[in-house]
């Protein structure tokens, strides 16, 4: 009987081949989250300690579960890359041949718009990657759908446009034109003339906040609120013209690049940057940030880019600290200027606005391959837009939130008051500069002014002079009294005050 028990509680451990699998990838996903070897719990004597390592240990090792389940369900696809045979190199690979060997909606994915009497183009992307925003400088305006490849809508404004951006979503997008700005709704419609901005260079839109910043001609940093439409802040940045603006993705912080150099950061509730960073020798021609905010990546005219690490603000990779290695080119069509790049969201996709139009091509492990339906849906419906819009309301952060270290919000501000030493403390310190002052050595001067009495004279003033700056600790009780009466005999009339008593 008892070999038959064995036998059941043996067959009940075996587990089927694909539940086996699924445990060998989960404990693979698992390792990879552990923090490290665990404690080694038996040299420990002391029991208290050892019980809470073990409990310790049993909550990394539960969490470290968690993330490899969550990693194996939630997160199925993976990541592209690009892989080579032997000495052959990632940036020899061309586009032909990558749209031999991927799938045809990828293949999709690489196509070029030739417009070549409405260019260059500017382009922006919604948070989901699902609709481009294409605009030419002689006021050509595009909105894509990019699953469908599909025209929206597309309208001709008749004059300059310098800049586009999308709002919260692809209801409604913002155009800087050849005097004003302006905001459209997605069927071309106009709703909104921003004049109080004057020639807009740059436009870009901070979706936490809800502000719409930009930058003119002459270098004024302004900041909109698009929900009542007040402006927020007007900033004189006092570094002339520039073109390169970009918003850190972490805090909400503005950063501008200058023709000196330089690379400015700004928030709307102060008149001065909050960092100043000289970069490059030259004009800074373009900049970015990494998604978790603490990555900038900056390029000047003298054709070098830099990496800077914002939470040391320190050079990680440039000139000065090595070199960096190329992933992948594109040979343009001779004589396109390229106005543009930038990477479509969730999809191994870059887009280019040049002078001709507009480009697309894949570059493998650019993409993030998880979206959060509850960040950005590509797939939302019509309810999940309106009801997501709702949210984003509700959520919006004030101004004030914007900051380098963001961290720091619902912290404890430290106190700013000294604190008062106590009695014995100030007396040390009192003892300290009384030495100090009888250890100094006076200047031997001439004939006359040297007498021992004027020296012994000028050694008891700077004493005095370093106790005078430890006043004497009054009696509290002594001194609480004196103040009443001095108050009491300043609310006297005029007449009776010679009567007051006088301390």
Avoid at 37 to 55: H, V
Avoid at 84 to 103: C, F, M, P, S, Y
Avoid at 133 to 156: F, P, W
Avoid at 434 to 449: D, I, N, P, Q, S
Wanted: charged share 30%; net charge positive.
């Amino acid at each position: 009987m008892e070999v038959a028990l064995e036998d059941n509680s043996l067959m009940d451990k075996v587990l089927p081949p694909d539940e086996q699998e699924i445990d060998v990838e989960l404990e693979a996903k698992e390792k990879k989250y552990l923090r490290g070897e665990g404690a080694n719990l038996e040299t420990l004597k002391d029991k208290k300690l050892k019980t809470q390592l073990a409990s310790r240990e049993k909550l990394y090792g539960k969490s470290a579960k968690a993330a490899a389940k969550i990693e194996k369900w939630l997160l199925p696809a993976s990541a592209g890359y690009l892989e080579t045979d032997g000495l052959e190199k990632t940036w020899r690979v061309k586009q032909t041949d990558i749209a031999k060997e991927v799938d045809i909606l990828s293949s999709r994915n690489q196509y070029d718009i030739v417009l070549p009497d409405f260019g260059p183009y500017k382009l922006d992307f919604t948070a989901s990657g699902r609709h481009m925003l294409a605009g030419g400088r002689k006021g050509h305006l595009a909105l894509v759908d990019m699953m469908s490849m599909n025209l929206i809508k597309e309208i001709q404004v008749r004059e300059t446009v310098r800049d586009v951006a999308f709002l919260h979503n692809d209801q409604f997008f913002a155009a800087a034109q050849k005097k004003y700005s302006y905001i459209y709704a997605r069927d071309g419609t106009e709703l909104h003339c921003l004049k109080e901005r004057g020639p807009v260079a740059r436009l870009r839109f901070l979706k936490n906040h809800f502000l719409l910043a930009s930058v003119n001609k002459i270098g004024q940093l302004h900041y909109q609120d698009v929900t009542y439409g007040d402006m927020v802040a007007s900033i004189r940045t006092g570094k002339g013209r520039t073109d390169v603006m970009e918003v850190n993705p972490y805090n909400g912080v503005v950063a501008l690049g200058h023709s000196g150099g330089t690379v400015t950061m700004w928030k709307p509730t102060s008149q001065a940057p909050l960092v100043q960073m000289q970069c490059h020798p030259g004009p800074v021609s373009s900049l970015a940030f990494h998604p978790n905010g603490h990555l900038m990546a900056t390029s000047g005219k003298e054709r070098k880019l830099k990496i800077w690490d914002l939470r040391k603000f320190e050079e990680v990779l440039g000139d000065s600290s090595g070199d960096y290695s190329r992933y992948m080119s594109h040979s343009m069509v001779k004589g396109y200027q390229i106005e543009k790049v930038m990477f479509r969201p969730y999809e191994d996709v870059l887009g280019i606005g040049h002078s001709m139009g507009w480009s697309s091509v894949l570059i493998p492990g650019s993409g993030e391959p998880n979206f959060d339906s509850w960040v950005a849906n590509p797939f939302e419906t019509t309810k999940q837009r309106r009801e997501k819009e709702v949210h984003l309301l509700l959520d919006k952060l004030p101004p004030e939130t914007i900051m380098l270290d963001p961290s720091k919000i619902g912290a404890m501000r430290p106190s700013r008051r000294k604190e008062r030493l106590t009695r014995g403390e100030i007396e040390a310190e009192k003892e300290v500069a009384v030495e100090a002052a009888k250890g100094v050595e006076l200047k031997k001067k001439t004939k006359g002014r040297n007498k021992p009495s004027k020296r012994t004279k000028k050694k008891k003033e700077l004493v005095e002079n370093a106790k005078r700056t430890f006043p004497e600790q009054e009696n509290s009780a002594a001194g609480k009294k004196r103040r009443i009466g001095e108050d009491a005999a300043a609310e006297l009339p005029a007449c009776l005050k010679r009567f007051a008593r006088k301390n």
